[in-house]
């Protein structure tokens, strides 16, 4: 492994496990407490996971480009020619960084977990607390309406983030504030979508903190959790982040003013411009 990917994988490490150190800690500030201090404002939760992917951004960006989430980096292969031997190594990585973060997270809540639990007669086994963790349907959602949830939430992201990257779109933050309206998008999704349930829109944000709730003594509630929901935050979006960067390659970026200028330009810029476009 060369000391560039090395670097790139710790990096993608990294701004997950800041993204989930700081994500799961305001789930257990909400979930925890009570009252809890978020009560009737829950903007405030969405904020604060935004606020995260912001900060990751900003400390990785400059080593890894800060996918953070195996949807955005299969998005990105497929679409904005990254390479197609780095997606599982930087899944990989990400999936590890959750876990870390959530072993943070443990490291800090673990007592207030324990009194939540014995406050409400409930276990790590019945899954007691395991929703600051990970994520499972909300009211009245089934599994496989949760599945089309993510493909639809994750869209939403990826639209948003190729929107918010794209080098010809005129109208996208300039500089490095991309990295904060990025955080606002995620804010958004969950602010008006995160309730049905907990808008993972990441399999490692969902699969890392899993894995070691499974190890931590939740057991089968984690894993393979109730209705074998384990693979539904991880497959949705990875349909969805495909789903939503094909609709802005498709239906945005071939009609973007500054893109058809580079491409009349013989020898720009333009014509080095991806053909899967």
């Known amino acids: 492994m060369s000391r560039a990917l090395l670097g790139e994988l710790i990096s993608e490490a990294v701004a997950v496990f800041i993204i989930i150190?700081?994500?799961?800690?305001?789930?257990?500030?909400?979930?925890?407490?009570?009252?809890?201090?978020?009560?009737g404002s829950y903007w405030g939760v969405c904020m604060a996971w935004g606020l995260a992917v912001t900060l990751a951004i900003y400390v990785t960006g400059s080593v890894s480009g800060t996918h953070a989430n195996p949807a955005v980096t299969l998005a990105l292969a497929a679409f904005r020619g990254f390479p197609w031997k780095?997606?599982?190594?930087?899944?990989?990585?990400?999936v590890v960084g959750?876990?870390?973060?959530?072993?943070?997270?443990?490291l800090l809540f673990s007592p207030v977990i324990d009194h939540y639990n014995q406050a409400h007669q409930l276990t790590r086994a019945a899954g007691g607390a395991a929703g600051v963790f990970f994520t499972h349907p909300g009211l009245a959602v089934t599994p496989m309406h949760a599945l089309l949830d993510q493909v639809v939430l994750t869209a939403f992201l990826l639209f948003g983030i190729f929107a918010i990257t794209e080098q010809y779109n005129e109208m996208a933050p300039k500089a490095n504030s991309g990295a904060l309206i990025i955080g606002l998008l995620v804010a958004t999704i969950g602010a008006s979508m995160g309730y049905l349930e907990a808008w993972a829109i990441n399999p490692a944000r969902d699969f890392g903190?899993?894995?070691?709730?499974?190890?931590?003594?939740?057991?089968?509630?984690?894993?393979?959790?109730?209705d074998h929901y384990w693979w539904i935050p991880i497959v949705g979006p990875l349909i969805g982040g495909v789903v939503g960067a094909a609709g802005y390659q498709w239906l945005i970026l071939p009609f973007l003013p500054a893109r058809q200028r580079a491409r009349e330009q013989p020898g720009a810029a333009g014509d080095a411009i991806d053909p899967s476009a």
């Open 21 to 39: 150190a700081l994500g799961d800690s305001v789930a257990c500030m909400y979930v925890l407490y009570d009252p809890s201090p978020y009560a």
């Open 209 to 226: 903190p899993r894995l070691f709730a499974y190890l931590a003594g939740w057991g089968s509630s984690a894993l393979p959790s109730p």
């Open 98 to 106: 959750g876990f870390l973060g959530a072993s943070v997270v443990y």
């Open 86 to 94: 780095k997606v599982l190594p930087y899944s990989a990585a990400q």
